[in-house]
């Protein structure tokens, strides 16, 4: 299994495709995937979603049953996440807890320094 994610809006396509989403500002898709294929033991979503155009988009766990398993293999992510409950948690942020937690970023676009 290999733990990795990868960032919408540092995708080589998202200039070209960001208008499809009207709601979603970003997403990060992080999940165990098998193999070079891609084939996933497991895949969650963290959204960012405009509620109000004057605010910062408010972040959204997205998670199918299949991949419920990933609540408790991952406790300690979801625990450091609870402290950011009344927070503006942003995808540079999330991006950096997902590497300090073992996830690879495979985003095109790699995250410049070393925060």
């Known amino acids: 299994m290999h733990k ?11 200039e070209t495709n960001r208008h499809l989403e009207k709601e979603i ?6 999940g165990s995937y098998v193999g070079s294929f891609g084939c996933c033991e497991y895949e969650v ?13 408010v972040a959204r766990l997205c998670i199918f049953r299949d991949a419920f398993l990933a609540l408790e293999e ?3 992510l979801l625990k450091e996440l609870v402290s950011y409950h009344k927070k503006d948690l942003s995808p540079e942020l999330f991006s950096r807890i997902l590497i300090r ?6 985003s095109d676009k790699k995250l410049t320094d070393k925060k």
Do not use: K, V
Not at 25 to 30: H, K, L, N, S, T
């Open 74 to 76: 991952h406790s300690e």
């Open 45 to 57: 979503a963290m959204e960012w979603h405009i509620l109000r155009g004057d605010e910062p988009p």
């Open 25 to 30: 500002a970003d997403r990060i898709m992080f």
């Open 101 to 106: 937690h073992g996830y690879e970023d495979l």
């Open 4 to 14: 990795s994610f990868t960032c919408f809006s540092r995708q080589n396509y998202y």
